[in-house]
DNA sequence: CGGGCGCTCGTATACGTATTCAACCGGCGT
DNA sequence: ACGCCGGTTGAATACGTATACGAGCGCCCG
């Protein structure tokens, strides 16, 4: 097994210096077609390819993303909302449609992460997912500002202009579930998940949701609101604080698919029948929406869009432009458990 | 904004020389320890960290595995398996654990992917993932081979040994879940998936079935296999495609999840109880299943283990180890989709 | 006919780190 | 007193690439 060639044996080979032999690969135009042709060959011939981290060295950027998925409090066993997951193909694809490699990390909050990517060169840029505490979160995304960090998040563009994000409608899409069931013709419609600056998008969801009720002049509850981290355990629970409280309901709209599904659990067991005696609607279009029992009506945010402007808007950022926030529409999917 | 500290930088605060900093900072037993902790204070102070470039260029490796994701041959929309992104997170965290970041993309089978990882030193190594068409696959896996570069590939270590394998013990499974059918009173126990070379994985499910269905002094009918590649629609139309033969079955087992989910929608839509007239058996045990209606039962892989298995076992080959294929054992998972 | 210009390419160098080798120092055995 | 040795450190260099700069060349214009 022989030493893997440099740029000096395909220069040797084709009969020019090293520095052409790179500026013929990087595509310059102060070198002829001629030479690049015969570098080209030269290198195809002895399978060479660039040593990325000499070249990175040298241009003092790595062409790599990161892309960094925050767990939910729970640090154990809790399994990243499959939402995110739905990114990763198009946030994957869209790096290496402009030649950007994706570092891909789970992360917890608490650990430093926002001084270890680009302070080593390891990416040129960070791309954050997740659903934890945005009030523990804020702190990091200052420093990562004050370092002058290039990054993009996921999440609510409402939530302060710490740098750019890219989110979907939460708002319209709280409203659009909200008149959905009241379209539907229920009347006490139940909110399950944590409305507080914790979870900003959560709380967007909820806004539109109030406004919603507002228009219809319906009451917005207290008593019809449960907090719910985004899991569906915490939707179980929610669902059965919910009945144990004794307040009549008839709808429920879950800040997330995952609580919605927990929620279904606890209403089947408490004999309650979906969508009979309670409509449900959900927020994602998980796969797993389709499959519930009955089959979750839900807001679709669209992941392949989602992704696209998240690396999109971050490449923006590394090129100088101004970060312009992105906000993607939302689509109802009618299915069973919200009846008609 | 000035530039970014370099490691001599650090000498000069830590009033040493720029070698000392870095045999300091990677723990050489040559640097005493009072040396050692004015380096690290210098370094903590300025906000040193090493330039991953420079350092991966000078010890000629990367401190990084990538992990390639093949598409079913379907090249459009069709989304990842779930199970193997539920590995990601233990691929991720292993990693982290060895010092080791991690490159994800997803690849077409027919791209040139095999000589871009290490040919350029982006990856010391390469996980690879998917449920492509392994006859496909193979020359890719030789050239690799040939190549040197290590790897390690999820799958069946019983198809060839062209460098090492981590897989489920699929023949067991197979077995396990023909058995379980069997034990709930089950006869004609027809089977869903691509149970040739195409797929060893699932082949291997097939024999495992194939044995269980012998010892009971059962035939293996042909007409109850239909071909299915593991998406939930290919289940769906294989599962038609059953039901049109009009060959009697009271059970299948499908050899994925997604393959069952599709199959119990055909099922529905005939009018065919589950489990009443067909008991249904998958196997994965993705989050889906336990929403299907009925919840299905199915043969339980621990993607946990496998993520760590696979980074292990690559680790281990990149260290110099003699390659060793490891086999991880499945569990049966009662649902009610097979009755009992 | 000389000077300038556009096109191509080679020379020299820098990127930041890790390692090889030599140097230094104090102490100890002879 | 001398030499050697273990424990530390510094000087020099190599990793492979990309770019600033200058050199050679043919050409046109004055």
Known sequence: MQRRPTSFDIAALAGVSQPTVSRALRGSPTVSEATRARVIEAAASLNYTVDKNASNLRRQSSHTLALLFFEDPTPDDSLINPFFLSMLGSITRTCAAHGYDLLTSFQQLSDNWHTDYEDSRKADGIILLGYGDYLEFLPKLEALVRQGTHFVLWGSSRGGQLGPVVGSDNAQGGMDAARHLIACGRRRIAFLGTATLQSPEVLERWRGYAAALAQADLDVDPALRVDAITTEDAGYA???????????????????????????????????????????????????????NPPLTTMAQDPRAAGRALVETLLAGLGGEPAESQVLPVRLVERRSSGR
């Not at 604080?241 to 919605?260: H, M, T, Y």
């Not at 408490?270 to 409509?279: F, K, N, Q, W, Y």
């Open 238 to 292: 929610a669902a059965r604080e919910l009945i144990a409280r004794g307040q009549p309901f008839d709808a429920i709209f879950a800040a997330s698919d995952l609580i919605a599904i927990g929620a279904l659990r606890a209403l089947a067991q408490a004999g309650l029948g979906v969508p009979d005696d309670v409509a449900v609607v959900g927020f994602d279009d998980l796969p797993a929406a389709s499959l519930a």
